[in-house]
């Protein structure tokens, strides 16, 4: 999904020609709170234009180019990747790209002076002088060699020009000091020479279950050299919808760098193919899979009839016309977005970037609201608390209609919460009535990590986890409570520090007092513990006691209970009071051993 463009206004005085560049755009304005009258708000500017970029949103700010600055330098990594910054003026005069001018900021910034009156201060040296990005071609065609761009360019703005083989890209002074070569053929280039593939093949792609990964790519490479065409001059690989979760299948994509589409067997069946197989129709109810895969996904016709091998089948299909609008399904996709704690400070780059590429949001309905404005704008499926497996199994299902679904989640999904729960629900026999569907079973899971509470706890209080320790959940909801009392016992004799997750909740309120009289038998009364409630969030508020004056009732939900072990100690400092537990260093040093 690409990401749509983000407004910022950030006074009344520049509202309007927010709005202006918003309407023209057709994109989301969001407003400083208190200071505009935007249905989005947000409280800090810094802090959210950075969020945006970090998401992959191009950001327009109405504002002095200085704060749009400040607010994604720390960011800064990849130009090659980034998303364009641009600064509007207030009275919209002066429109100014201030990063990714080759990936759509100079393009953007002329467009939105245009609509204002104003002038697009540019400054990348090829859109000045020549008018053109030859990194960023034409939609439908790929530069193969995009590392030599900048020597190419080099060469036309001190005073060369150009020899064109093939249709005409861009409008460049004629010459020969430098090749711009466009052509459906693999080809080489170089410093002096830009090549430039037309995507209007579809590669059409079906296998066995599990063939091997390298098998079909041998046959694909066998295929295109054979029909002289560059890799580059694909559109997109397109396969049988059952064939989705095939690992060869997703390898293959990968390595090309283009999507996977699928088609039912209904649409394929459509198809009149030279090479129908009455085996494949009995098998999965089209009479040709890779053929009619190709011609489906590119309207036009094939250039090199099925290839077998073994275990897989390739064809290949061109169309009239470079390829811009791809045809079928993708592959659905489930992120388990892992928030943190709650602050975006907190939020990972990567997790910012899957919730701004999902089509949609699935959570409980805190944490979703925790996204802010980055949430605003998409459709969302909120869920109570204890609707986690409810919630997960939406999440999978919409994924299986094609769909990219974030499940959203806080702290670490992978540390008693979320993840773990949509793995068991994959693996699940599809003969159990409460499996999922085929589609669902199909679609790709990835996963973000994120800053779990213990993290969270240990880094405020200062470093409790210095040395061993581990994480007990106190929820006898899903754990017998047997069970938990022999890993508290286990816990305690072994002199971890302990992580107390899910410590009390409204009817469970005798585990914690429990282990704080199992954690008694094995280490000092004193032995210091830390209480963490709402990390993260204003309300954020750190505690400390004594392990035989741990009370139940000033612990609930929202509140992490770290218990140190019999080393740790805590210590007055000029911010106030730490807790560490130590690794051993002063005994080692004492006994003169560094190495």
Not at 133 to 146: Q, S, V
């Amino acid at each position: 999904m690409t990401a749509a463009p983000i407004v910022l206004a950030l006074n009344s005085a520049g509202e309007m020609t927010a709005r202006r560049i918003a309407q023209t755009l057709g994109c989301a304005l969001h407003g400083r709170a208190g200071r505009t009258d935007a249905e989005v708000t947000f409280p800090d500017a810094l802090v959210h234009a950075r969020d945006l970029f970090a998401a992959g949103h191009p950001v327009i700010g109405v504002c002095a180019s200085g704060i749009l600055i400040r607010a994604v330098a720390p960011l800064l990594a990849d130009k090659t990747t980034e998303p364009p910054v641009i600064s509007v003026s207030d009275d919209g005069a002066v429109v100014v790209p201030l990063l990714g001018g080759h990936r759509g900021a100079n393009r953007l910034a002329r467009r939105i002076a245009d609509v204002l009156a104003g002038t697009a201060a540019v400054t990348t040296a090829g859109d000045v002088a020549l008018g053109v990005a030859l990194d960023e071609p034409p939609i439908g065609y790929r530069l193969a060699n995009p590392q030599d761009a900048k020597s190419v360019m080099a060469a036309l703005l001190s005073g060369g020009g150009a020899r064109v083989t093939g249709a005409p890209l861009f409008d460049l002074p004629p010459g020969d000091a430098v090749e711009i070569a466009v052509t459906e053929a693999p080809a080489t280039g170089g410093p002096h020479r830009l090549v430039y593939h037309p995507q209007r093949f579809a590669l059409g792609v079906g296998c066995a279950r599990n063939a091997p990964a390298e098998e079909l790519w041998d046959s694909v490479c066998a295929l295109l050299d054979g029909a002289g065409v560059a890799p580059g001059a694909l559109a997109s690989i397109n396969t049988l919808d059952l064939k989705l979760d095939e690992p060869a299948m997703n390898a293959l994509a990968a390595r090309l760098g283009v999507p996977l589409r699928a088609f039912t067997a209904s649409e394929l069946a459509a198809q009149e193919v030279p090479n129908p197989s009455a085996v494949v129709q009995a098998e999965v109810g089209t009479p040709s899979v890779s053929e009619a895969a190709a011609l489906a996904a590119s309207g036009g016709t094939l250039v090199a009839q099925k290839r077998k091998t073994a275990n897989t089948t390739c064809a290949l299909a061109r169309a009239d016309a470079p390829i811009t609008d791809l045809p079928g399904r993708a592959r659905g996709r489930v992120s388990i977005v892992s928030l943190g704690p709650g602050q975006s400070a907190w939020r990972s780059p990567e997790a910012s970037r899957m919730v701004q590429q999902a089509d949609e949001l699935v959570g409980y309905s805190l944490y979703i609201d925790l996204l802010g404005p980055l949430a605003a704008g998409k459709p969302r499926a909120d869920f109570p608390l204890g609707g986690e497996e409810a919630r997960c199994r939406h999440a999978l299902e919409r994924a299986g209609g094609g769909r990219d679904v974030a499940l959203i989640c806080s702290g670490d999904a992978g540390i008693y919460a979320m993840g773990a729960l949509v793995y068991e629900l994959l693996s699940r026999d599809p003969s159990d009535p409460s499996a999922l569907t085929d589609a669902a079973r199909r679609v790709e899971v990835v996963a973000t990590p994120g800053i779990s509470a213990l993290q969270a706890a240990a880094a405020r209080a200062g470093a409790p986890l210095g040395h061993d320790f581990c994480a007990i959940s106190l929820s006898d909801l899903l754990t017998p409570r047997e069970d938990i009392l022999r890993r508290l016992h286990a816990a305690s004799e072994g002199d971890f520090v302990i992580a107390f997750y899910n410590p009390v909740s409204k009817r469970r309120r005798t585990l914690l007092a429990e282990a704080r009289d199992i954690l008694l038998t094995h280490r000092p009364a004193d032995t210091p513990v830390l209480l963490a409630s709402s990390l993260g969030r204003p309300e954020e508020e750190l505690r400390y006691r004594r392990l035989d004056e741990l009370q139940v009732d000033e612990v609930d939900m929202l509140t992490v209970v770290l218990v140190g072990s019999s080393h740790t100690r805590l210590v007055e400092t000029g911010d106030g009071t730490r807790m560490f537990t130590p690794r051993g260093y002063a005994r080692k040093m004492a006994g003169g051993d560094l190495a």
